[in-house]
């Protein structure tokens, strides 16, 4: 009964649904039809549910896995994530739109997986076009002209095919944490300019900026309400949840392992929350130990992370130098910062707790895509009370950004 009901449900919503009474069942579909999205219940006969979605893994890797299950222990939890298994986990009893929301964000990231997955093969094709072009130019430098015009046009290809890999990653950040990608454009703001005070090679600059974009991606597979616990009160955390928060450089690192010239960056991202006393994680490194770049990259989160800005925050970052961050690196930060490298502070926040003054981030729209309200828009109570009565007819299903 109640796979019937979440199928017509989820029909209504303009979804294809296919059913499956057990799990057997279901894995024979797997093996003849694609899907974007994989729901099971946990605890099944023959098969829990936990051990469906591991083999569909094997047989559809790019699609979406959520279990809905009355009870998760912290033990499968940690094993779900930390094996890349599992997007979501869904409560029994869910609720409707939390369900729907979950659902319509679980079929967004197998479109952003898929299309990175042709994004990655246009470039290796492009890689592979490049390295034909040199092999080609060696022996014909001096004479042909023309293939070093190629080889030009080829390279800007390839970069741009980079930061679109680069922008693709961001933009899955976002969609699953919004907070994390406006953080992370806050942050890349302060490398460049520190790449500009330093006069880094053109190698050293693109490693530092992407690292600053993506430094944060290994926070995907921890669940939104731990992220919003380490960003409001680190100290509250349970050991359990703060070695989860801490597994994400390491797992950083290897996401971004997905393109050969990002590993530099991944050793970037690992050591970002290393700090210049050896207290830091994963590797405890110290001092001169941990990459320049990532000493560098340490400066600019903990820069944002402060929230503040101006004299108040560029003396909060002085005082860490010697202890959480490498004095050289806050020199170099401080010559070249302007007092402003960061625009204002972001935060999420539901519909129920939108106040006056508070002043849009993000737009808001529709279901059908049509606008409601601007970024910027300042928020009164009329405006509000409008928002609150076209989520009752329609519901908001995106979430709501303003300005701290």
């Known amino acids: 009964m109640v796979r019937q009901v979440l199928a017509e449900t989820l029909t209504r ?11 057997f069942k279901a894995l024979e579909l797997l093996g003849q039809r694609s899907f974007a999205a994989i729901l099971s219940d946990n605890h099944m006969p023959r098969m829990l549910g936990l051990d469906l979605l591991t083999r569909a893994r094997e047989i559809q890797p790019h699609a979406t896995r959520i279990l809905i299950t009355g009870v998760v222990d912290l033990e499968t939890v940690l094993e779900s994530i930390n094996r890349g298994e599992l997007y979501r986990f869904i409560i029994k009893p869910w609720v409707r739109e939390e369900l729907l ?13 898929t299309q990175n997955e042709a994004l990655l093969a246009e470039t290796r ?17 001096r004479r042909e002209l023309d293939q070093n015009r190629q080889l030009e046009r080829l390279n800007k290809a390839l970069a741009g095919n980079l930061q679109r890999s680069v922008e693709l990653c961001v933009k899955t950040v976002q969609t699953y944490y919004p907070s994390l990608g406006s ?3 806050a942050v890349h703001k302060v ?19 992407v690292a600053s974009q993506l430094h944060d991606i290994g926070l995907i597979g921890v669940p939104r309400e731990l992220i919003k616990k380490w960003q409001r009160d680190p100290d509250s955390l349970a050991e359990s949840e703060r070695t989860l928060i801490r597994q994400h450089p390491q797992v950083g690192q290897e996401l971004v392992g997905f393109i050969d010239e990002l590993e530099q960056v991944g050793n970037i991202i690992r050591a970002h929350h290393e700090r210049f006393d050896g207290e830091g994680y994963p590797d405890h490194l110290h001092a001169t130990e941990i990459p320049w770049l990532a000493r560098l990259l340490a400066v600019a989160v903990a820069y944002v992370d402060l929230g503040a800005r101006g004299e108040d925050a560029l003396l909060a970052v002085r005082r860490l130098a010697g202890t959480v961050l490498d004095p050289d690196a806050v020199r170099v930060f401080l010559k070249g910062s302007s007092g402003d490298l960061v625009p204002k502070g972001q935060r999420e926040v ?17 279901a059908n895509g049509l ?30 950004l303003v300005y701290c």
């Open 13 to 23: 919503e303009g979804y294809q649904v296919a059913t499956a009474p057990d799990a």
């Open 101 to 113: 929301a979950t659902l319509r964000n679980a079929v967004h990231r197998y479109e952003l997986v």
């Open 125 to 141: 094709k492009l890689n592979a076009a490049l390295g034909k072009a040199n092999s080609d130019l060696e022996d014909q430098l």
């Open 183 to 185: 953080r992370a454009r």
């Open 191 to 209: 490398c460049v300019s520190i790449g500009e005070t330093l006069k880094l090679s053109p190698t050293e600059r693109t490693t530092l900026e």
């Open 350 to 366: 539901l519909l129920h707790e939108l106040r006056p003054g508070m002043v849009l981030a993000r737009g808001v729209y529709t």
């Open 371 to 400: 606008m409601l309200f601007p970024e910027g828009q300042a928020l009164n109570p009329l405006y509000i009370d409008k928002l609150m009565n076209h989520h009752r007819v329609n519901p908001i299903r995106h979430s709501l």
